[in-house]
């Protein structure tokens, strides 16, 4: 009996040092740091010359430091990580721009770093330039970031040169081509993905700063500033563009485009840039606390059901208005400051544009709610529906207080002092 019982704490004891042995081994879930370098410069414990090196070698939760240079690569992510540019001396700038970009695997798109068909993925403090690209037409898509059926983040990064190499060789409207953060799904796809962009500085970019595409995608933008140059290219510019069922919010951004200059205003009117566009997007999309200037439209809504506009700042606005709505129902627009809505001429009338928010009548919107807005300097307040409800909004120097547009089919009234 003895024996037994001494058999039995023996395997006892070896089950307990081989179950410690095993809990001493990390767990590949946990991750590791990578560390990347170019040779010649400062970079402590630098294991890879290469971003893709490092890329390659990584396993899923791993975290990638890339220590100060210039890194001519294009990067594809498809497993969970992180990307981070350090700061060494003194020093904080970590530059990925390829000296040429080629289409990712056999897909119509090409960006400085592709997220595919993965979770997880965050890139951090990364100076991204795409400007020596060669991309022409909308055939294939040109981004600085693109999130293809993914999910991650996109923090203090600065992401410029997604400019076509000839604007016009790519005038439709949506999507149009040239995009500093892409994101969208395959077509069908019933899957759900999350990005958030936030403490982003995007610029020199073709179309849109941010384009989100799909009834998968939510997304959350935030505090990034977008700026572009407006209808000067020729072809429609927009700092935010959601569409097609994607969903989000929009907060907190400074997003500046660009006036129409000398470019006459009807024609200005057809390259009209815009600052956040929401096109038939998914419900409850919010767009909130965001700083928008020198745009033809500061908020564009076409099909936004439970849309929330609210607490923006707009303003030097030509061609459009401050708000535009169509196709939007049970919409809540409160609580926006704008500002110079113009120019007052007769083509605000003919136009039926001009207003610090313009509900356009026979788009099929309804229901909104158009409250406690402040408005100074501009053709009319607001312009709405009769299904709207329109109370408590603030108008200073306007030429028309309100104007319900089912009562002008056609122009609204002429641009004349009383």
């Not at 953060?181 to 500085?201: I, L, M």
């Not at 409250?371 to 329109?390: P, Q």
Request: hydrophobic content about 40%; some cysteine; glycine content about 12%.
């Amino acid at each position: 009996m003895l024996k037994k019982h001494l058999a039995h704490l023996g395997l006892a004891l070896f089950s307990l040092v081989t179950f410690c042995a095993a809990s001493s081994a990390a767990p590949p879930w946990v991750e590791r740091t990578l560390v990347v370098g170019q040779p010649g410069t400062p970079c402590p414990n630098a294991q890879y010359t290469t971003i893709t090196d490092a890329v390659n070698a990584a396993a899923p939760g791993d975290v990638i430091e890339i220590c100060p240079a210039l890194y001519p690569e294009q990067l594809t992510i498809t497993i969970p990580l992180t990307l981070r540019g350090l700061g060494v001396d003194g020093i904080n700038r970590v530059l990925i721009q390829p000296s040429s970009l080629l289409p990712v695997s056999s897909l119509s798109f090409e960006a400085v770093i592709t997220v595919m068909n993965a979770q997880g993925v965050t890139i951090q403090n990364l100076a991204i330039d795409a400007s020596k690209n060669a991309a022409s037409g909308c055939t294939v898509a040109l981004a600085g970031i693109h999130f293809y059926n993914a999910s991650g983040i996109v923090d203090s990064a600065t992401i410029s040169g997604t400019q076509l190499s000839n604007p016009l060789s790519c005038t439709t409207l949506f999507p149009g081509n040239g995009f500093g953060v892409q994101v969208d799904e395959t077509a069908g796809s019933t899957a759900s993905f999350s990005v958030t962009v936030r403490n982003t500085s995007i610029h020199d970019f073709g179309r849109n700063g941010i384009l989100v595409i799909g009834s998968g995608e939510s997304v959350k933008i935030d505090g990034n500033s977008i700026a572009g140059v407006g209808p000067s290219t020729g072809v429609h510019q927009f700092g935010v563009f959601l569409a097609d069922g994607a969903t989000g919010q929009v907060i907190g951004n400074s997003i500046s485009q660009g006036n129409c200059g000398t470019i006459p205003i009807p024609d200005c009117f057809n390259l009209r840039s815009e600052g956040v566009v929401l096109r038939s997007v998914g419900n409850g999309a919010v767009v909130a606390d965001n700083m928008i200037t020198n745009v033809q439209a500061g908020v564009f809504v076409n099909g936004a059901t439970g849309a929330v506009v609210t607490r923006n700042t707009i303003s030097n606005v030509d061609a459009l208005d401050g708000i535009h709505i169509q196709g939007s129902i049970s919409g809540l627009f409160t609580k926006n400051r704008i500002f110079h809505v113009g120019p007052l001429t007769t083509d605000t009338s003919s136009d039926e544009e001009g207003c610090g928010i313009n509900d356009i009548s026979g788009t099929g919107s309804s229901e909104n709610n158009i409250l406690a807005n402040w408005i100074n300097d501009a053709y009319c307040g607001v312009a709405y529906v009769s299904t709207d409800r329109v109370e408590a909004n603030m108008f200073l120097n306007t030429l028309y207080e309100t104007l319900n547009g089912d009562d002008y089919p056609v122009t609204f009234p002429p641009p004349v002092e009383p």
